[in-house]
């Protein structure tokens, strides 16, 4: 097949499916994407566990462009249990990440926290082990915190802007509503949420199904408006993970609390505001 035939085919996929997105986006609808358990590597790790010179090669092209499932897999090894043919996604990376469930955490016996992609600072470690060599991994280990990929333009059309905060209803046979899902903006996102397993599965979710996005200007003026009630967190250090459901809410703790790096950025990001007891 030639190259003018090539494109004729693209051409023609694009405007089948283009009225089909401008139709969801009037709606506010998301496609929603799940992924399963997986990994990505950097290229000297991608060496050590599968071999000198090795490199990542395509099982099956994904959604967001220039990223694939690959047909290289490992097995993910904690100190209760282990993992096998957990999919490794290319190309290769700065860093090497390892993205998975609760429930995966729970069989391998390891607490990785809720974090954004790339930010592994001080999460779980796991091993990992391929067919030409094995790696401890000290930390990487993370749950992927629900987020939306979108281009400029689809930010422009829905009001808000890369790094926002918002919520995602879907309707299914387990009607569910996410909250605190985090917005990426980038030339080259295809439009798209991602849940994990865990997620998908509490609200019975399939792949490929679409949610509604409700930005928080909505969200003020509907039901969900959260109560003003302060709560009150009594720990000697703060991390991400104790404010990240408390959008706009009043947090109180102790005078003496320390606030990791994440966290001092958490409660500027969701609008939080800090109280402390006077004795602490």
Same mark, same amino acid.
């Given at each position: 097949?030639?190259?003018?035939?090539?494109?004729q085919?693209?051409?023609?996929?694009?405007?089948?499916?283009?009225?089909?997105?401008?139709?969801?986006?009037?709606?506010?609808?998301?496609?929603?994407g799940?992924?399963?358990?997986?990994?990505?590597?950097?290229?000297?790790?991608?060496?050590?566990?599968?071999?000198?010179?090795?490199?990542?090669?395509? %099982?099956?092209? !994904?959604?967001?462009? #220039?990223?694939?499932?690959a047909?290289?897999?490992?097995?993910? &090894? +904690? $100190? =209760? /249990? @282990?993992?096998?043919?957990?999919?490794?996604?290319g190309?290769?990376?700065?860093?090497t990440?390892?993205?998975?469930?609760h429930?995966?955490?729970?069989?391998?016996?390891? %607490?990785?926290? !809720?974090?954004?992609? #790339?930010?592994?600072?001080?999460?779980a470690?796991?091993?990992? &082990? +391929? $067919? =030409? /060599? @094995?790696?401890?991994?000290?930390?990487?280990?993370?749950?992927?915190?629900?987020?939306?990929?979108?281009?400029?333009?689809?930010?422009?059309?829905?009001?808000?802007?890369?790094?926002?905060?918002?919520?995602?209803r879907?309707?299914?046979?387990?009607?569910?509503?996410?909250?605190? &899902?985090?917005?990426?903006?980038?030339?080259?996102?295809?439009?798209?949420?991602?849940?994990?397993?865990?997620?998908?599965?509490?609200?019975?979710?399939?792949?490929?199904?679409?949610?509604?996005?409700?930005?928080?200007?909505?969200?003020?003026?509907?039901?969900?408006?959260?109560?003003?009630?302060?709560?009150?967190?009594?720990?000697?250090?703060?991390t991400?993970?104790?404010?990240?459901?408390?959008?706009?809410?009043?947090?109180?703790?102790?005078?003496?609390?320390?606030?990791?790096?994440?966290?001092?950025?958490?409660?500027?990001?969701?609008?939080?505001?800090?109280?402390?007891?006077?004795?602490?």
């Amino acid at each position: 097949m030639n190259e003018q035939a090539i494109m004729q085919i693209v051409d023609d996929v694009i405007a089948e499916l283009l009225p089909k997105k401008q139709a969801a986006l009037r709606h506010n609808e998301i496609p929603i994407g799940i992924s399963a358990r997986h990994i990505h590597l950097k290229q000297e790790h991608v060496e050590h566990l599968f071999g000198k010179g090795a490199t990542l090669t395509v %099982q099956k092209w !994904l959604t967001q462009p #220039g990223q694939f499932a690959a047909n290289e897999t490992l097995q993910m &090894v +904690g $100190p =209760k /249990g @282990s993992v096998t043919n957990v999919r490794v996604l290319g190309p290769a990376r700065m860093l090497t990440q390892v993205e998975i469930s609760h429930t995966d955490a729970v069989a391998l016996g390891i %607490q990785p926290p !809720l974090r954004e992609s #790339g930010e592994i600072q001080g999460s779980a470690s796991c091993t990992l &082990v +391929g $067919p =030409k /060599g @094995s790696l401890v991994l000290q930390e990487g280990v993370i749950i992927a915190q629900a987020h939306i990929h979108m281009s400029p333009t689809d930010a422009q059309h829905f009001g808000i802007q890369n790094g926002q905060y918002v919520s995602v209803r879907v309707r299914s046979p387990r009607p569910i509503t996410f909250e605190q &899902v985090k917005i990426r903006v980038a030339d080259h996102y295809q439009l798209e949420m991602h849940i994990d397993t865990d997620e998908a599965n509490a609200g019975l979710i399939q792949q490929g199904v679409t949610g509604t996005l409700i930005t928080d200007k909505i969200e003020e003026k509907s039901l969900d408006k959260r109560p003003s009630t302060a709560i009150e967190i009594n720990k000697k250090i703060i991390t991400e993970n104790d404010l990240s459901l408390y959008q706009g809410r009043t947090v109180v703790i102790p005078k003496n609390a320390r606030l990791t790096a994440l966290a001092t950025e958490t409660v500027t990001k969701l609008g939080i505001e800090l109280q402390f007891h006077e004795k602490g």
